[in-house]
């Protein structure tokens, strides 16, 4: 006859090994990374600030999203064979969200910064980059350095929470930083006499000097700094190895570069 405890053992043991079985089922079913969860999903979710041109841009008239990175993003999705969703996020919100899982990844002219990278990781960069002036033509010779720019009555013009603001923050100590949180209108704040000029990404500062006559980038070849763009992803290897590959084809084959050039003409 078995003892009372040989009996309870041998239910406690029924249990785990139906906990065990219960576990192993929903493991199986759940995806184990980014990259199946997506593939499952048959969406892939992109954030994107929309103000951030010739990277990102909420056109006012179509109300949809356009620039270099909205169509790598596309590609991007293609490739997956998913649909592409885009979710508009800010700046100062572009980690919170995608920590909050509002998006698979962040596109759109996002500069590596080490900052970033200790909550997440990037891309291989596709774009060497760094941070110049823009102002009012005829005045490139009064900013050409970092010295002439930091002294009392320059008024440098910044967008909020991200790398511009930190990096003036950072280099500027007798400048007047002024704040203005609308970065698809910025450039009038310069135009209209408002600021003397904005420190921004080399790339951007060509693009502004294409489109709004009156507007000179600082010698954009030449910038202040040294930095990347890359695209901006979760901690997840698995995910960060496919998007990794997938640019790297892009880059390659061209397709980066045709697509560049449709938007900076």
Known sequence: MRSKRHVVGMFVAAILLSAIGLLSTASAAEPQNRLDAILARK?????????YRPFSYLNPDTKAFEGIDIDMAKSLAKALEVEAQFVQTTWSNLM???LADK??????GVSI????QKQALFTIPYLIDGKTAVTRCGNEKKYQTLAQIDR???RVVTNPGGTNERFDRANLTKAA??????NKTIWQQILEGKADLMITDASETRFWQKIHPGLCAVHPDKPFN?????????RDFVWKAFVDQWLHQA????EYRAIAAHWVK
Do not use: H, N, Q
């Open 43 to 51: 969406v892939l979710r992109i954030g994107t600030t929309g103000d």
């Open 96 to 98: 919170p969200d995608l």
């Open 103 to 108: 998006y698979d990844i962040a596109m759109g």
């Open 113 to 116: 910064s080490l900052e970033r």
């Open 152 to 154: 009392k009555g320059v």
């Open 177 to 182: 930083i002024e704040v203005y949180p609308d």
């Open 226 to 234: 040294f930095s990347e763009k890359a695209y901006l992803l979760p």
């Open 251 to 254: 880059i390659e084959t061209k």
